[in-house]
């Protein structure tokens, strides 16, 4: 691997991003360095002072992305070694250790900036660890972290994985690629897992995240509290984690509607570790791979009611432009759910589009219900896992609503 020595630059900033820098705010945009003439690399040391020139921040530079400087450090200076990095690793390792006793060994360990550790997760699918990386600025300091994730937190192998950002704006000679191996044997094939004493497998290097969606654990337990005796529409399925805990909850049937057809056959497997009676026909399992509006126009065209909807698509807002198509796009989605919702049953809607925020979310899925002809009740609005955490109002991502529906069905 290349070593370079790196350089610490010093990056000026407007009074008011101090600020809020100061309050936790972890990022400094290109458009917000005013000393224009900054040159450096990525993961260059960038360090921020206040006008009367004294420390207020101190973190990674990346010239190849938006947010040029991701804080580490505020208040105090400190040397970012090998043993700084171990601290902040543990300190998010301890938060989520009551999971373990919940029967859980899929969770993330480490949620980026929420974490203290900006542009960087880790998840934990039992032994093995999956380090995801937004930005190339960590590439000279993964040697200051990989040996904690055997030695302190025991994830042996540990895969690297890079986001499409970085992929795309890798540098010549980079030290690393996607799905490098950090440390461990190469994995050969999914992972097992549990996730609340029930069973799942994620494929780490083809699916995505970083193989399953490890954000919805708290909803699908819901759900399965729910369950016991409900049929249940789970749209937007992936490899099946609503339907399991669905079917562990007592439903009488399951039917799954996703696009990917590697994703539905990962659901059967998945499925197969717990309840491999279902996958026998006439068992209250089925899949339909296709287009969910379609699906769902489909099932209304032959008159299908579910006990209870579940809707819980890809984020449909990527940037801030997409808010208002995301918006109707989320409104039709809840009236076509809540058409298929019996009278009395639940409709649980969710968005993990990071851009919109989570009334003008619940107003879309407000519009939709009522736009069906159908009242509700809210029977709860749900948030972040303590796995992911929110430390700034930009890292809160994910929001789910329950509701009773009620009218004709
Ligand atoms: N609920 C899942 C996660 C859903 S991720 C879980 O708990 O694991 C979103 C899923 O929507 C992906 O599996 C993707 O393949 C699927 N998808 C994307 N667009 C779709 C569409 N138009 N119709 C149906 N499925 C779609």
New binding site residues.
Partial sequence: MEIRELKTIKIKISKSLQTKIRKGHPWVHFYQVKNISVKGRPGDYGVVYDPDNQFLALGLYDPLSDIRLRILQTGEPAELDAEFFRARLNQAAAIRRSLESQGTTGYRIVNGENDRLPGLTLDRYQNVGVLKLYTQAWFPHLDKIVPWIERDLKLTPCVLLLSRHVERTLLKNAPYQNQTVLQGPELDGPVGFLENGLRFEADVLQG?KTG??LD?REN?QRVRELAAGKSVLNA????G??TIGAFAGGARSVLE????GW?LKAARENLKLNFPERLTEGNGFEQIQ????KALAQLEQEKTFFDIVIL???AFAKNKKHIQNSLMAYTRLARAGAKRTRDGGILFAASCSAPVKANDFFRAVHLGITSAGKTYEVMERTGHALDHPVAFPEGAYLKGIFCKINGPG
Wanted: charged share 15%; net charge negative; no cysteine.
């Fill in positions: 995505q399953f969606f919805q699908r937007f399925s992936y490899t984690g609503f509607i996703d696009s990917n994703a296709g287009d969910a509006f819980d698509p890809p």
